[in-house]
């Protein structure tokens, strides 16, 4: 799979020589407790909804689908980052799930009723809470290691 461009409401992917195009529904930003984004994306041919993860590996692996499928890519994405991080490299693991609409139109009603209630009352930990739900399950995919210079 490789990102091939991104503008306000969509993204385009290249998976295997297909151009796949999708509209961004959500973005959810980095924050220092669950040390990852994710960004959800339906695609605009199927209407599949895809949420796709990128963040530190530790926090990634506590997430993961629990299957012997998973497991195995596990221990070769753990060898990796391993292998990166000896050489100094900057690691970061990626992930996606599947969502059914109604369970994604769901949790979106109830972040947006949190976002509406910020100036009633901190909904910073909630809404970090509800992000982390969404987020449980993922499928790994694979990881990168980038050299961050000084």
């Not at 895809?50 to 530190?56: I, M, N, P, S, T």
């Not at 992930?95 to 949190?114: I, S, V």
């Not at 930990?125 to 050299?147: F, I, K, P, Y």
Request: with cysteine; glycine share 6%; aromatic share 8%.
């Amino acid at each position: 799979m490789k990102f091939r461009q991104k503008s306000k409401h969509g993204l385009t992917l290249n998976l295997f020589g297909q151009e796949i195009p999708y509209d961004i529904l959500t973005v959810i930003p980095f924050d220092s407790e669950r040390k990852r984004m994710s960004v959800v994306a339906k695609n605009r041919e199927t209407q599949e909804i895809q949420l796709f993860v990128k963040g530190a590996d530790n926090q990634m692996f506590k997430i993961q689908e629990q299957s012997d499928e998973q497991q195995q890519l596990f221990y070769t994405i753990k060898q990796r980052v391993k292998e990166y991080g000896t050489d100094g490299l900057r690691t970061l693991v990626f992930g996606r799930k599947t969502l059914p609409a109604d369970e994604y139109w769901r949790w979106q009603n109830r972040m947006d009723a949190l976002k509406e209630s910020r100036h009633l009352r901190d909904t910073e930990q909630e809404e970090t809470d509800l992000a982390a739900e969404l987020e449980d399950g993922v499928q790994l995919l694979g990881c990168s290691g980038v050299e961050d210079k000084l």
